[in-house]
């Protein structure tokens, strides 16, 4: 999840720097902010799905 939030920030900082707009825009116009924002969506992103685990557990009664 580490490797997620850190990713995310890293693009949310690219997005600040090429497609922010410098003045007008309370979100985009800040780095810090687009690179919270950034760090929260990869996080949100690499939190693995209960669908994932439920699906794992179910293949391994499957094999036995």
């Not at 920030?9 to 690219?14: L, Q």
């Not at 690179?35 to 990869?42: E, N, Q």
């Amino acid at each position: 999840m580490a490797i997620g939030a850190a990713l995310g920030s890293i693009a949310g900082f690219v997005y600040y720097y090429f497609w922010g707009c410098k003045n007008g825009c309370p979100l985009q116009s800040n780095w810090l902010i687009m690179t919270l924002y950034g760090a929260i969506a990869g996080l949100i992103i690499s939190i693995p799905s209960k669908k994932k685990e439920r699906q794992n557990e179910e293949s391994e009664q499957q094999s036995k």
